[in-house]
């Protein structure tokens, strides 16, 4: 499936800049999946405090991955949405000092993702408490296979029911998290 350019945002070497900071992304994150929201609201969900989030917030705002949510508080709390639904990245639009730090923003976000939710992996009702893994697999590919390997997930992935936009969910259906990441193992030798 292709980017959507009404919904989706592509990122080229200048959007991606503003990214590179390990909070953006995870506000970002937090706009898509919860919704608009005050840098006071973000600040508490994020747990860091409320002066960085504002900045961080209004870094994205400058970028255009977030916009002001007009229609929602009042003139004293500036409620933010997530621009665009999806933003997708091509490692070759970038230096890979600057691909790099995003990469690494982004995986702080999984890593803090993830601890939250182990977290709460003791609240869950029982119907949810088998119906996700924190698995990992080590293959031996070659590139061309990995490449396929990521096709083949992503277009099984793309098979269900997006988290905005849907209209048709079960009514318990609840958000669920799928990071994708393949990668060749660290500390390989190069043969």
């Known amino acids: 499936m292709e980017p959507d350019p009404r919904r989706d945002l592509v990122l080229t070497a200048t959007t991606l800049k503003a990214l590179t900071h390990p909070l953006r992304p995870r506000i970002l994150s937090a706009l898509r999946l919860h919704g608009p929201a005050t840098a006071s609201r973000l600040a508490e969900h994020l ?21 002001e949510a007009t229609e929602m508080g009042n003139a004293r709390d500036r409620w933010w949405r997530a621009a665009h639904a999806r933003t997708y990245f091509d490692t070759h639009d970038a230096d890979s000092e600057t691909s790099a730090a995003y990469l690494s923003a982004v995986a702080a976000g999984y890593a803090d993702s993830a601890q939250r939710a182990i977290a709460e992996i003791a609240t869950l009702p029982p119907e949810w408490e088998d119906a996700g893994t924190f698995s ?23 098979g269900y029911r ?30």
Do not use: C, K, W
């Open 136 to 158: 990992n697999f080590t293959l031996r590919l070659t590139p061309d296979e990995a490449a396929r390997l990521i096709t083949e997930l992503t277009t099984l992935i793309r």
């Open 162 to 191: 997006p988290h905005q936009g849907t209209t048709d969910a079960p009514e318990d259906a609840r958000p669920v998290s799928v990071n994708l990441e393949v990668f060749r193992a660290p500390g390989m030798p190069a043969e």
């Open 47 to 67: 747990g860091v405090n409320t002066g960085a989030t504002s900045y961080h917030v209004r870094q994205l705002a400058e970028a255009g991955f977030v916009v």
